[in-house]
């Protein structure tokens, strides 16, 4: 049972590169979220999907785009990036809203330079 | 505004001590509020998950109390160990009609030292 998968686990891009990061869960979760997390804090929402077809915007989506073709996947697209979006990229799915846990993935970091 | 605090960025006890971290919000009103355990180079995984009409949870070694009167929640490692040592995370979910968005502090790290 693989929960919540995350690739690439590491990329260092050039500023203006852009590039797709991969988050597939196999728990037929409906809810799914993207955070970034920036050294010493907590998460900051940028993207969630309430199922496939559906995506809105969290706290910090600026410089991001998201698609939810699929119930198992929701890529989060960075184009043109810059030094700002260096930071730790989590993916989380969870079955319903409210009283359901939170399952992440083990991140990918990101560093523009 | 909104606001989640979680105290001090860094807590130090010694095994066998009880840990006590704390989690307090402003101009929320959580439906729900969870505890996150993250360690290095991972993704948080969840703890316990505790409802506005709950003043208590626990499981095996941790405890978890919500005072919304107060506006803060209590997470409490009993008979601590080295390998608790990580950083705890809260976070408070509103009602709302759909979203099922979780807000996060800025988490804890603690260090328990045998």
């Known amino acids: 049972n693989a929960g919540v998968t995350q690739t690439p686990k590491f990329r260092i891009l050039k500023i203006g590169q852009s590039m797709t990061l991969q988050c597939t869960q196999d728990?037929?979760?409906?809810?799914m979220y993207w955070y970034r997390q920036d050294p010493g804090m907590g998460l900051k929402l940028i993207y969630y999907?309430?199922?496939?077809?559906?995506?809105d915007k969290g706290e910090v989506p600026n410089g991001y785009n998201v698609s939810r073709s699929t119930t198992e996947d929701f890529p989060l697209r960075l184009e043109l990036a810059a030094p700002s979006q260096t930071s730790v990229y989590f993916c989380?799915?969870?079955?319903?809203?409210?009283?359901?846990?939170?399952?992440f993935g083990n991140g990918t970091r990101l560093t523009v330079t | 505004s909104q606001k989640i605090e979680q105290n001090s960025e860094a807590l130090n006890i010694q095994e066998g001590k009880t840990a006590t971290l704390t989690c307090n919000y402003t101009?929320?009103?959580?439906?729900?509020l969870q505890w996150y355990r993250q360690d290095p180079g991972r993704g948080p995984v969840f703890l316990l998950l505790?409802?506005?009409?709950?003043k208590e949870k626990r499981k095996e070694r941790l405890k978890v109390t919500f005072d919304t009167t107060l506006k803060q929640s209590l997470f409490h490692i009993t008979a601590s160990q080295p390998a608790d040592s990580a950083t705890y995370l809260c976070?408070?979910?509103?009602?709302?009609?759909?979203?099922?968005?979780?807000?996060f502090g800025d988490g804890t790290t603690l260090t328990v030292k045998p």
């Open positions: 989380a799915s969870r079955r319903r809203r409210g009283d359901s846990p939170l399952h």
């Open positions: 728990m037929n979760h409906n809810y």
């Open positions: 999907s309430v199922g496939a077809g559906i995506t």
């Open positions: 101009n929320y009103s959580p439906a729900y």
């Open positions: 505790i409802r506005e009409n709950e």
């Open positions: 976070a408070l979910d509103v009602e709302d009609t759909n979203a099922g968005k979780s807000t």
